[in-house]
């Protein structure tokens, strides 16, 4: 006599489900009989070796995020599920300990519950595994990477003041804006505007869209200042931004060579070329945009001169003005506070200090910050200071304010200095006669040349953003800011120019004896000077006196020995 075993194929069959119904009877009788162990173990040692596990993972998560980095999601899944399963064993611990294992029939007889006992052994095996589980992937996860850094945003970061969309802005961002995402190959764009106007704030907000609506694969920037070219650093700046690794340090060839190849591969790219003062040799740097260049790249200077935009191939610069006076205002009231206006006693005040910052919004911002803390008299004070020409001074104010536009000052020619140092003698908002203070710069033999020299002269300093025009061909003006850093420039030794403005006495300062150049705008009738007073170095006097009606001694002018040149304007001898 056969059993089924004995038959192929059903033996197979009937040998499987036999183990399988040992195992799950086995299986029930330790979750029925066992359960009080497994509960006790999961409680006391599995939970407790999840607990050091996790503690390690959070301290090595704690440091790589302190690193900037970001962990990666199998880590914080992990995380995630040993909180999830410390919460279901606190809650199986609990309902074990409240557990009905027992069941009373009769008040002297007490028969067990099987079925509670076998789940709650049940549920204490599954989770033991799964705390073992957990256990064995965290030893893993302290062994290997478990962060990594983020993407480069490649989108600058604002300095905090938000971009203010003034209609003035907004026709000029227009047309960098159509030029950019026009698809008509390869171009040259370029910014260009005095110190302080706006120049990088606008560049960054068109960075910031172009990232937003994706209009370029990538965005490249290199900042080029006015010292020497340095073709390592840029390429450094601009390897960086494309995810270019150079191999060479500091073969410039080979590293041109390798940013080249990398421009070819990497799509649509946006150069912004950042503070340039001189013409570019891009092709030395690696930039160039020859066949099999992706189409569709651009490049965007930003300068202080016009000229400079010009020689790198831009072909119509965008020029960026000063604010109106509406806009200024605005701004200002926006950085100062509403509250704060309101609350000063001399409403007029809050004007005048805005009206000194020459619709610049990098003064009306700098200015406005360190006002909006002050008091009343502070507010006198800073606007005495700004009156006065020493913005370098005003409390809370960076030196960047003051050196940038030195920063242009230093980059002029020799000829070029005199000339706006002379120009900054003039008063405030003088509309100022370019013929005539050239010839007066030349017959002073502060300047050499011809007299079509000027328009050079005027040329280039309007298109270095340092003079504005006047209200007609003849005429140029300053702008405060540029009229005060230049006055403060024109004060040290080596120009050794004074400007003083003065009622009925010349005031007495150490200082006159050091000038070279001298401009006296003497503003009431027969203005006296001290007895004391020499200047032994002066060779040029210029006076003005807007027609009031002077009696000079001998006596004034013995303080002059060596005065070689005197000018005079609108004066009345008696």
């Not at 995380?79 to 009373?104: A, G, H, M």
């Not at 001290?530 to 002018?557: A, E, G, I, K």
């Amino acid at each position: 006599m056969c059993s089924l075993s004995d038959i192929p194929v059903v033996g197979k069959a009937v040998d499987k489900i036999s183990v399988v119904i040992v195992e799950a009877g086995t299986r029930g009788l330790v979750h029925l009989f066992c359960y009080k162990g497994v509960v006790k173990d999961l409680k006391a040692t599995k939970i407790n070796e999840l607990q050091i596990q996790e503690e390690s993972v959070a301290r090595k998560a704690a440091a790589a995020k302190n690193n900037g980095q970001i962990l990666l999601k199998h880590v914080v899944d992990w995380q995630e599920k040993v909180v999830e399963i410390k919460d279901q064993v606190k809650v199986f611990v609990e309902e074990y300990e409240n557990r009905p294992s027992w069941l009373c029939c009769f008040e002297a007889l007490r028969i067990p519950d099987p079925v509670t006992r076998f789940r709650l052994g049940r549920s204490g095996a599954k989770m033991s595994k799964r705390v073992e589980e957990l256990i064995e992937s965290g030893k893993e996860l302290v062994h290997e990477d478990i962060a990594q850094y983020p993407p480069f945003e490649n989108v600058p970061i604002s300095g905090g003041d938000r971009y203010y969309n003034f209609e003035s802005r907004r026709t000029a961002y227009g047309k960098i804006w159509e030029a950019l995402v026009k698809e008509d190959g390869f171009s040259v764009l370029g910014i260009y505007g005095m110190p302080g106007v706006g120049k990088t704030r606008m560049m960054e907000q068109t960075w910031k869209e172009i990232k937003e609506k994706g209009v370029f694969d990538k965005v490249a920037r290199a900042n080029f200042g006015n010292g020497k070219l340095d073709v390592i650093n840029i390429q450094e700046q601009l390897s960086f931004h494309l995810e270019c690794h150079l191999e060479s340090k500091d073969n410039e060839e080979y590293r041109a060579f390798q940013l080249r190849n990398s421009i070819m591969n990497g799509g649509k790219i946006l150069f912004i070329l950042d503070d340039v003062w001189r013409y570019i040799p891009l092709n030395r740097i690696g930039i160039s945009f020859d066949e099999g260049t992706p189409g569709g790249c651009k490049i965007l200077f930003t300068s202080r001169a016009q000229d400079v935009c010009l020689k790198n191939n831009c072909k119509d610069p965008v020029r960026i003005d000063t604010l109106t006076a509406e806009e200024a205002w605005e701004m200002f009231s926006n950085v100062v506070g509403s509250s704060k206006i309101y609350s000063l006693l001399d409403k007029t005040l809050a004007m005048r200090v805005c009206n000194k910052c020459a619709r610049l919004p990098l003064l009306i911002v700098a200015v406005g910050n360190s006002v909006a803390i002050m008091g009343e008299c502070q507010w006198k004070d800073a606007l005495d200071l700004l009156e006065n020409h020493k913005i370098e001074k005003i409390h809370g104010i960076e030196g960047d304010i003051f050196a940038c536009v030195e920063l242009s000052f230093n980059q002029l020619h020799e000829d070029e200095k005199i000339f706006l140092l002379l120009c900054s003698l003039y008063r405030e908002d003088a509309e100022i006669d370019k013929s005539l203070l050239f010839k007066l710069a030349t017959d002073c033999e502060l300047l050499e040349g011809k007299r079509d020299r000027v328009h050079s002269i005027v040329q280039n300093l309007k298109s270095s953003s340092l003079l504005l025009p006047g209200r007609n061909d003849k005429y140029i003006r300053l702008h405060d800011i540029i009229r005060d850093v230049a006055r403060s420039i024109a004060s040290r030794q080596e120009y050794a120019f004074l400007s003083i403005t003065c009622n009925s006495w010349l005031p007495n300062q150490s200082a006159y004896s050091t000038r070279k150049v001298m401009y006296l705008n003497l503003e009431v009738d027969n203005v006296s000077s001290p007895d004391d007073l020499v200047c032994p170095d002066l060779h040029t006097l210029w006076l003005q006196s807007n027609f009031h009606s002077q009696q000079l001694s001998d006596s004034f002018f013995k303080m002059f020995p060596n005065l070689r040149f005197l000018v005079i304007q609108k004066c009345l001898f008696q």
